[in-house]
């Protein structure tokens, strides 16, 4: 039985290059279904893992009670104080809190590509940023002075908007602020943003508060002591949560519509290629009607035949679906693109194409090739064989 | 059209090959025109209740950041003005972060003054929302969508606005509703909710005396522009500089920010089109093929080179465009689905028109080169082999 199969299998591959037209069909309809969807996903795997992958579990956001983002938060410096005196937070040699006050704002950059302004977020930052946050690396220029208007800008908001190289001065606010360096910061959001001192910050925006405080814990586990002690002090009003819950929060309505459209979309294709496909293995059992009556006239079984032609199916599904992946690979991975991120404000991310989405590609691939494949089977698997040779 | 007969028979020569060629087609026009209705929301926002005549104040850098609210006094005494009416951002939702309520505190005289010609409320209904302090006026399909009635208490949670007793939650009481005068312009509205903006700038905790944006109706709205640039003019070397912008390119502005949708539609359909393309151009071509004998039997008879190319153009045509019209039909039945995704957003059946010309020539592209190979068939050497 397997011999069989085999033989047949074999025999049916081998006059493949017979039938290229029609069955190149099915690898070009098939590698068009996956490069939309592995492109689309791979665009929602970018965004999220700009958003959500990018916080610590032992690194906790505090807000403004109710506030569920950052831009419609507001801490003054007094509980800030009181934040700093918590239990559960990181200290450094000299004892102080590694904490990070943020104040976030807006401010208007035009886009490299379009030219149009774009709201790109200027964040003040402490004076413990880059113990609070060991990931940020510099990788050009320097870190920027605090008191004066000094910003470093995040190596993702360099690629999309303009003039934000080291050295280069923006005017906003009735000033000017002068770019010192670049920062990358593990692919996470602040890429997309500019950080300046935070005291600098607030007072070119005439703001006393802040907008956020930033605590790196002792650990992991000691996040329920920092928010228990935090959420029970009756002088506070704050919600604390975990970075990476926050973000993760902050993600979910794009990413769950990046994932519906794509999904979408290449469903419908997917419909258009199973018809594709379907005609392709008709138009190859006709072809090779004669060969298949032969075959069973001289002993083959049933099962073998619709095996074979399955097999085919899949086979050249599963080319297109490769083919598709590495399409998507080739012109998408690392596509930096932006959007209008939760607050306003522009998120820059990369497309991101993950080895679970060209595995999702190619399952996809081989289901359409075998609803494709099995009714043209069924007919070969039931071919009369008299007529089939009476017909030649 | 007398040939006709002849194009149907020969296209329904194989039945199911015609009619899974036929599918992926209808397929790839219903993800078009999908596609298409959606890119065209995306590149012509509505104004919604907002015509020419309307300019949006905001602050330079972001709708976030507050403008004080004397500048309003400052717009109002600009020439050419004939209204102004302030606003801020409530950001509102009822019970749950995913039921937003476009919750909007509003100076009741100027702001119905300067949209009455947008927005209808019966004057009872007016009396009873000025006449309660805590009061708010409902778009009819947000009442329905709630369940409430005129006169329930409603608590609305702001995720910005404290009052100032530290809550977050404002309870309103409905007084009306009120809709567009215009019903294409109402689903702008369908999430609107008006209050006192007397008691939202005495109830809030912080922020007094700030607006978030400023609007204007301008005399004459080809001076719309001019009036914008002196808007801006006032308040230039400010701490609050201002942006004003034509009410239109305000949403636009927003719309652009999202990122290059356009594009990536485009991308999507032109992988979706390159696939169409080479399944209909084989099947075309494996068609032609097959009736290679056929074609020399017609030439036989006296059809003329440029008639057999053109029966076999008008075979493509037929498939392709009868198709492309079942699929645009679909995505036409399914833009009310599409509507439920992108509230507020205006889709324009009109972007269906290009489908057609886009139907057109896919026949063109994907007949040609089996009609020109049937073209020049010679009868002796097609009827001698059969392939």
Known sequence: ?392 | MKYFPLVWATLWRKKTRTIFTLLSVVVAFLLFGVLETVDYAFSHPSGGATGADKLVTMNKYSITLPLPFADVQQIRSVPGVEEVTWLTWFGGYYQESKNFVFALPIDIDTYFNLHKDELIVSDAEMRAFRDTRTGGLVNAALMKKFGWKVGDKVPLHSTIWTQKNGSLDWTFDIAGTFDAKDPTQASQLASSFLFHYELFDEGRSFGKGNVGWIEERVTDPSQASDIANRIDALFANSPDETKTQPSKDFAMAFIKQLGDVGFVLRAILGAVFFTLLFLTGNTMMQSVRERVPEFAVLKTLGFGDAAVLGLVMAESLLLCVAAALVGLALSFAAIPIVKMGLQGMELSRGALLPGIGVAVLLGVIVGLPPALRAMRLTIVDALADKR
């Open chain 1, 1 to 392: 039985m397997f011999k069989q199969f085999w033989a047949v299998s074999l025999m049916s591959l081998q006059t493949l290059p017979q039938r290229l037209g029609a069955s190149s069909v099915i690898v070009v309809g098939i590698a068009g279904v996956v490069a939309v969807l592995v492109s689309v996903l791979a665009m929602g795997a970018g965004f999220r893992h700009t958003l959500a992958d990018g916080g610590r579990a032992d690194r906790a956001i505090v807000l403004r009670g109710g506030s569920d983002a950052e831009l419609s938060s507001n801490l003054t410096r007094s509980d800030v104080d009181t934040i700093g005196n918590a239990p559960g937070i990181a200290k450094d040699a000299e004892g102080k809190a590694l904490l990070s006050n943020e104040l976030v704002t807006v401010v208007n950059i035009p886009k490299i590509d379009t030219g149009s302004d774009a709201n790109v977020t200027l964040r003040g930052v402490g004076l413990r940023l880059t113990q609070v946050r060991p990931e940020l690396t510099i990788t050009a220029g320097r870190m920027f002075q605090p008191a004066v208007r000094e910003l470093i800008a995040g190596v993702g908001a360099t690629k999309q908007f303009r003039g934000l190289t080291p050295g280069s001065v923006l005017h906003f606010r009735n000033a000017d602020w002068t770019v010192t360096g670049v920062f990358t910061s593990n692919g996470d959001i602040h890429e997309s943003e500019l950080l300046a001192d935070v005291d600098t910050v607030g007072s070119a925006t005439q703001r006393s508060g802040y907008s956020s405080a930033i605590a790196l814990l002792t650990s992991a586990a000691a996040f329920t002591e920092f928010k228990d002690a935090l959420t029970t002090d009756p002088q506070l009003k704050v919600d604390v949560q975990r970075e990476p819950d926050y973000y993760a929060a902050q993600s979910k309505g794009l990413s769950k519509a990046i994932n519906v459209v794509g999904n979408t979309v290449a469903v419908i294709m997917a419909i258009g290629a199973v018809f594709g496909a379907l005609n392709s293995m008709y138009s190859a059992v006709a072809a090779r009607g004669m060969e298949i009556a032969t075959q069973r006239a001289i002993g083959f079984g049933a099962l073998p035949v619709l095996l074979s032609v399955m097999l085919e199916a899949v086979t050249l599904s599963l080319l297109g679906g490769l083919i598709g992946a590495a399409l998507a690979w080739m012109m998408f991975n690392g596509h930096s693109v932006s959007t209008l991120g939760g607050a306003f404000a522009q998120v820059v991310f990369k497309l991101t194409v993950t080895r679970t989405l060209i595995i999702t590609g190619i399952v996809w691939a081989c289901i359409i090739g075998v609803v494709g494949g099995l009714f043209p089977a069924l007919r070969a698997a039931r071919l009369s064989v008299a007529e089939a040779l009476r017909a030649a």
